[in-house]
């Protein structure tokens, strides 16, 4: 039962380079989310998708796209890559919306760091 | 737009102690309130999720409660082992959002 799964755990890039985060569930979750964490901060929520097809800006979504093709996948692209987008992003799904109280599942994260 | 705050940011404590860590949110409208515990180098794995109704959920030695009326929570760790050991982050879904908002955390040390 693999849950969330995320790809590359490690990766560092040019400054202007591009790259796509990967993650998929494998728990026919409608929601998932995309969160960065920079040190000693909580997570920000960059972008959010309530099923697919349906994809919308969290609090922090400039310099980043998303696309949700399928339920399984949500991937996360970074476009001309900056220093500022250093930092630790997180997958996360749920069955549903949170009144419900459903469950909230992370992926184990990947380090990104721009020079 | 909704805060929320983790007091302290880091704690240390001899095995064996019991131990309160606090969180508390600015605008009370929320759906719920979940704990999340974080080990250096993982994700996030979901400890307690208190609904907007209630007033705690326990799970073996942790004890969550909810007092959405002041905007506070507070997570209650028993006869503390090294292995709690981890930064706990307290997050609220609020009823405008989608997605949680997260405190800062609080880092746990629990020393043998």
């Known amino acids: 039962n693999a849950g969330v799964t995320q790809t590359p755990k490690f990766r560092i890039l040019k400054i202007g380079q591009s790259m796509t985060l990967q993650c998929t569930q494998d728990m026919n979750h409608n929601y998932m989310y995309w969160y960065r964490q920079d040190p000693g901060m909580g997570l920000k929520l960059i972008y959010y998708?309530?099923?697919?097809?349906?994809?919308d800006k969290g609090e922090v979504p400039n310099g980043y796209n998303v696309s949700r093709s399928t339920t399984e996948d949500f991937p996360l692209r970074l476009e001309l890559a900056a220093p500022s987008q250093t930092s630790v992003y997180f997958c996360?799904?749920?069955?549903?919306?949170?009144?419900?109280?459903?469950?909230?599942?992370f992926g184990e994260g990947s380090w990104l760091t721009v020079v | 737009k909704q805060e929320v705050t983790q007091i302290p940011a880091a704690l240390s404590v001899p095995e064996g102690e019991n131990l309160v860590l606090n969180c508390s949110f600015t605008d009370s409208a929320i759906y719920n309130l979940q704990w999340f515990r974080q080990d250096p180098g993982k994700g996030l794995t979901s400890l307690l999720l208190i609904q907007s109704s209630q007033r705690e959920q326990t799970s073996g030695r942790l004890n969550a409660s909810l007092d959405k009326s002041s905007g506070r929570s507070t997570l209650y760790i028993a006869a503390s082992q090294p292995g709690d050991s981890a930064t706990y982050l307290c997050?609220?879904?609020?009823?405008?959002?989608?997605?949680?908002?997260f405190g800062k955390g609080t880092s746990l040390l629990v020393t043998p």
């Open positions: 997050a609220v879904l609020s009823n405008s959002g989608y997605a949680l908002n």
């Open positions: 996360a799904s749920s069955r549903g919306q949170g009144n419900s109280g459903n469950t909230i599942y």
């Open positions: 998708s309530v099923g697919a097809g349906i994809t």
